[in-house]
């Protein structure tokens, strides 16, 4: 009985302040059977609270489940505030949308012509520079981030954005329009579109003229955590694994991954994203543009005939437990949420938890709502004859281009993927991960055997390359002889390592007489030196300028000298063995590789 007087005085509070008088009052209930089943889930999954919204026909559905705080002991209440992480995307989208509906903005505007500051690197900017609709579809070919735009414990809550661009040009990796690459970069840049049109910061801007409008009144674009100056009690802790707590931290790239709000706020969010895009009768967002979220437009694979997977003006279109839905997911410091919706039924949900757990299955959060909301799972595509030549598909194929651009040598080299085709499916096997089996439906197009309609399909670029799509990533085939001299180069520089680094402890335990150089040795062995002190840091650290980031680019810098000192001091060392030179030679070799990728010296806070 206590809990559901709570439950109820928590419900009139959202009622109260949403201003949804009619919806509260209509409200239905959540299930006593869904309510069990969170409970159990987060108990299973290692988990500390959920919150959560169903959206019908019926009315708005709001509850939770769990704690806010593990170590006070807080309940978490259905009006209890969370951080959505990308999420926000969807909104900051819709803020773009409502610019364009009023005629301020326009969605095929070259971004330079209204961020004159910002240079692109674009080769074909003058056939195809990049647009307001590529930077909303993450068509833009841009890097995601950089590490110290992500993690980092400097960024200022109301720093302006520029600050947060890296200096020069951002280079474009794919033409524009063509491939999705998730970019938060490219989101935040809409933030400064945002701020330029409007005439102020882009977060009073939304506030007061996207969510007032919406009745979303617990919701704000503005930093909020859950200690400081800028602390709300309502906001649930975030939490890691072990039920470690972490408060909320400014971010660098704010549009891209900052908003706190409510369930009953999404409720009513989601709702009028399956309206007519209109507010006391008044066109507030054209119906067309609404209609247009979730459904990707201008990339090849649409052009070759994958419609139902891809990203279009800040949603995704989502294939998950025999539905498709126009969804977003988000992960913030320490919570993690998904946001769907199914206009068609309009039907929605949203589900926010306050951990973020590497191991727990939050799909099976969404499969329990898509339960509730009673959403009827689609028969799946049928399988069809292979497309012709079906055998010159097979081999090796690469992310083109891939999400980070910094880690572009780590995803060449073991981020691969083998394709090939055993008579009834495609397999794709990535190098790291489980083998996606690809069954045939119709030309070109594949479904995974886990989803319901085509996931995937085979398509020829503009310059006669083979890619496997799956709308979200895009994989191009790639000579195996091109792949062998990074495997090779990395082979011989991890052995050279650890040749270097085992041999040398080995000569000093047996007391070696005869005089080594020991400058290898001693450089390889450097190496570890950081490894302490990143452990005594926050991993929210990791791409600031820290001791231990410091001390890792003087010892990466290092390495390559000692090789060639090393190898020049060996001529009069008859201790050296050729073995050692071959070692040094592969260390040496691999670094220049390395320096050439941008690896080398590291510099994480680069």
């Not at 806010?68 to 505030?81: E, V, Y």
């Not at 240079?119 to 890097?143: C, I, K």
Request: include cysteine; aromatic fraction near 8%.
């Amino acid at each position: 009985m206590g809990k559901l007087l709570k439950w109820l005085v928590a419900t009139g509070i959202m009622c109260a302040g949403a201003m949804q008088a009619p919806a509260c009052a209509q409200e239905p209930a959540t299930s006593t059977g869904l309510q069990a089943a969170f409970a159990a889930a987060i108990e299973e999954e290692g988990l500390v609270g959920v919150v959560w919204t169903t959206l019908s026909p019926d009315g708005i559905a709001t509850s939770a489940a769990g704690l806010a705080d593990a170590k006070r002991k807080t309940p978490l209440a259905a009006d209890s505030k969370v951080q959505t992480g990308s999420i926000v995307k969807t909104l900051i989208a819709a803020g773009i949308l409502r610019l364009v509906t009023e005629k301020r903005l326009s969605l095929d505007s070259p971004v330079t012509s209204l961020l004159p500051e910002i240079a692109f690197e674009n080769p074909w900017a003058s056939s195809h520079p990049v647009r307001v609709r590529h930077l909303l579809d993450h068509t833009s070919g841009l890097d995601d981030a950089r590490l110290w735009q992500v993690f980092s414990l400097t960024a200022e809550p109301d720093a302006p954005l520029s600050r947060s661009m890296q200096r020069g040009p951002l280079r474009i990796r794919s033409q524009p329009g063509s491939r999705l690459s998730y970019s938060n970069l490219g989101y935040t840049l809409l933030g400064m579109l945002i701020e330029r049109v409007a005439g102020e910061r882009y977060e009073a801007h939304l506030d007061a003229h996207l969510l007032r409008p919406l009745g979303m009144r617990q919701s704000s674009f503005r930093f909020v955590s859950q200690a400081g100056p800028d602390a709300d009690a309502r906001l649930a802790m975030g939490h890691f694994e072990d039920g470690a707590t972490q408060a909320s931290v400014p971010l660098h790239l704010r549009p891209a991954g900052q908003f706190t709000t409510t369930a009953a706020d999404m409720g009513l969010f989601a709702r009028f994203l399956m309206s007519n895009g209109e507010i006391d009768g008044q066109p507030f967002i054209a119906s067309a543009l609404l209609r247009a979220m979730g459904r990707p437009t201008t990339t090849e694979a649409v052009a070759a005939g994958l419609l139902d997977a891809g990203y279009g003006l800040g949603l995704n279109s989502r294939d998950r437990h025999g539905v498709i839905g126009n969804c977003h997911v988000g992960t913030a410091v320490g919570f993690r949420a998904n946001f769907c919706l199914f206009p068609e039924l309009q039907k929605a949900f949203f589900v926010a938890m306050n951990a973020d757990v590497e191991t727990a299955d939050y799909d099976r959060f969404d499969a329990l709502l898509v339960g509730e909301l009673g959403i009827a799972a689609a028969m799946p595509t049928a399988t069809a004859a292979a497309p012709e030549a079906i055998g010159d598909w097979q081999g090796i194929y690469v992310l083109a281009p891939n999400r980070t651009e910094s880690f572009a040598y780590l995803d060449r080299v073991l981020g691969f993927a083998s394709v090939r085709w055993d008579g009834q499916h495609l397999q794709l096997k990535p190098f790291q991960g489980k083998t996606r089996s690809l069954l045939p439906v119709g030309g070109r197009l594949f479904r995974a055997e886990d989803r319901t309609f085509a996931s995937h399909v085979l398509l020829v670029s503009d310059d006669a390359r083979r890619v496997i799509s799956d709308g979200f990533r895009s994989h191009e085939q790639i000579s195996l002889w091109r792949m062998l001299p990074l495997w090779a180069s990395l082979i011989a520089g991890m052995a050279g390592l650890i040749h270097l680094i085992v041999f040398g402890i080995l000569r000093l335990l047996r007391r070696r007489s005869r005089p080594v150089d020991p400058v290898p040795f001693l450089a390889c062995t450097a190496l570890l030196l950081p490894v302490p002190l990143f452990f005594w840091q926050s991993f929210l650290q990791l791409g600031d300028l820290t001791p231990a980031s410091a001390l890792l680019a003087v010892v990466t810098a290092m390495l390559p000298l000692a090789m060639i000192a090393g190898l020049w001091r060996s001529r009069g060392r008859p201790a050296t063995t050729s073995g050692d030179k071959l070692a040094m030679l592969g260390v040496l070799q691999w670094s220049i590789v390395l320096a050439f990728w941008g690896l080398m010296p590291l510099r994480l806070w680069d």
